[in-house]
C-alpha cells in the first residue's frame, strides 16, 4: 500500500498497484482553489500498469462539509462513487472524463488535483439537509425566517401584476 499524492508511472512495474488515500480537512485546505473547505474521505486506487497504458479504478467514501442551499447552515453530505480513467502517453497533455493523456517527458500523474475535481463534480448540483422521517433537518429558526420574508414578499403588490389585472378587465 502507498499513497503518494503524485505517481511516477513510468517508475511503476507492470502489473497491479493498490493505492490508499486518507483525506481530511488539512487536504482540503491545501488546494488553493478549493469551493470544499473540510471533508473527510477514504479513497482507494487499483492501477494496473500494461505495456501500453494504465488502467485506474477508484472507490471514493466519506463526507464533505457543504452548506445548504435552503437554510444556509453548513452540515455533512455523504457520498460513496466510482471512477475510472485511463492514462496513456502522447504528444500533447489531454484530458477528460475517461481519458488523461501524459507527456512522456513528466510521467507524474497528479492523483491530489484528480481526487479533489472527481469529488467537487459528483457533489449535486443542490445540495438540501436530508429530511429524516419527514422531518427536514434544516434549521427551524432559519426556516421560519425565510417563510416570513416569502410571505411578506407576497404580500407586496407588484405593479406590473396590478396593471395586467387591469387589462382583463
Ligand atoms: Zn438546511
Not at 11 to 21: I, V
Not at 53 to 75: N, R
Request: net charge negative.
Amino acid at each position: 500500500m502507498e499513497n503518494d499524492f503524485y505517481i511516477n508511472l513510468e517508475g511503476l512495474k507492470e502489473g497491479n498497484h493498490e493505492f490508499q488515500y486518507q483525506l481530511n480537512k488539512s487536504f482540503f485546505q491545501s488546494i488553493d482553489y478549493a469551493e470544499i473547505a473540510n471533508g473527510d474521505f477514504n479513497v482507494g486506487l487499483r492501477l494496473y500498469k500494461s505495456t501500453r497504458h494504465f488502467e485506474l479504478k477508484f472507490t471514493f467514501k466519506g463526507e464533505v462539509e457543504v452548506i445548504c442551499d435552503h437554510c444556509a447552515e453548513e452540515f455533512l453530505h455523504p457520498m460513496l462513487f466510482f471512477t475510472e480513467t485511463i492514462i496513456r502517453f502522447g504528444e500533447e497533455e489531454y484530458e477528460d472524463d475517461d481519458l488523461i493523456v501524459l507527456e512522456k517527458n513528466n510521467p507524474v500523474f497528479d492523483v491530489k488535483h484528480y481526487i479533489y475535481e472527481s469529488i467537487f463534480i459528483n457533489l449535486p448540483l443542490k445540495l438540501v439537509h436530508p429530511t429524516v422521517n419527514g422531518v427536514s433537518g434544516c434549521n427551524p429558526e432559519t426556516l421560519k425566517k425565510l417563510e416570513e420574508l416569502k410571505q411578506n414578499k407576497e404580500n407586496e403588490s407588484d405593479p406590473r401584476w396590478d396593471a395586467l389585472k387591469k387589462l382583463n378587465k
